[in-house]
């Protein structure tokens, strides 16, 4: 009979271990399978993101490839500073992408009465962009005209110099920008009258991408070389300009510039640009 239960025992002991061996490779295998699949979907994973890289990648090289967005152009802002010569008012740098298209008006509200300017954005976007800059930073708020030129050929008032303020001139009156300069844009093509009667043109220093924030208004068409930023055309006021100029100068820049401080001060209260 022992010999019997023995067999018996050995035969269900034979019989667990053989169940358990069967499980043991089962569970080996399943956990195979999932590492297989863990790592397929890695690999899908990573090959997902990579995709989505170079796609981005591939999109920011078609869009810097292709530019501006339409209506618009990329304006170069020159960082300034007083070391370069000058006094610099800081206001940061304008957006470097402005409209192309359409007007904007510029508005003078002034001691003596309103003037402003229509700017054709498609001729000059950059200094356009520039002067609605500066109205938000209210840059030439509370400021004078500096300087003016009257002469057979050659009639215009000079302002733009966010330090020209206060009771009367000052030596420094004429030196002072804002905290970048720009290239010159929109230049006269009409030798004959490059700067015609109620043209407002950016002033600069004869020198390449000098442009900043002063401007001269023309009283009358005015001959000077077509090296000046056309900016835009009076449309209203241009009469308070021309009694400015008719009442004269203190003759202060004579003879080189030439010119001088006016008799009859414009004090420019607001600029705004809409």
């Known amino acids: 009979m022992s010999s019997i239960k023995d067999r018996q025992r050995a035969a269900a002991r034979a019989r667990l271990e053989k169940e358990m061996a069967e499980r043991s490779a089962a569970a080996r295998k399943r956990r195979q399978r999932q590492a297989i699949v863990g790592s397929a979907a890695a690999v899908i994973l990573i090959a997902g993101v990579a ?12 869009t810097e490839a292709a530019g501006p967005a339409a209506g618009t152009v990329n304006c170069t802002w020159t960082p300034a500073d007083e070391a370069s010569g000058g006094k610099v008012k800081d206001v940061g740098l304008p957006p470097v992408n402005v409209p192309n298209t359409g ?20 001729k000059a976007p950059c200094t356009g962009g520039s002067f609605k800059h500066l109205a938000a930073q209210k840059f030439l708020d509370n400021t004078k005209c500096h300087r003016m030129v009257n002469k057979d050929s ?10 020209a303020t206060g009771e009367g001139y000052r030596d420094t009156d004429g030196q002072g920008g804002p905290s970048y300069t720009m290239a010159e844009e929109n230049l006269p093509t ?12 950016m002033a600069n220093t004869n020198m390449p991408n000098s442009t900043g924030s002063q401007f001269f208004i023309c009283s009358e068409d005015t001959q000077l070389p077509p090296n000046y930023t056309l900016l835009g055309t009076i449309t209203k006021g241009l009469d308070i300009v021309k009694d400015v100029i008719k ?15 006016p008799k009859k001060e414009l004090l420019i209260k607001t600029m705004t640009v809409s």
């Open 103 to 122: 007007t904007s008006t510029l508005t003078f509200d002034t001691g003596l009465g309103v003037i402003e300017a229509n700017i054709d954005l498609a």
């Open 51 to 62: 995709f989505f890289v170079v796609r981005a990648l591939q999109k920011d090289e078609k």
């Open 190 to 201: 009409d030798t004959a009258k490059p700067y015609p009667a109620g043209s407002i043109a």
């Open 247 to 261: 009442a004269g100068d203190d003759g202060k820049f004579e003879p080189n510039p030439g010119g001088g401080r």
């Open 154 to 163: 050659f009639k215009v008032l000079q302002c733009g110099d966010p330090f």
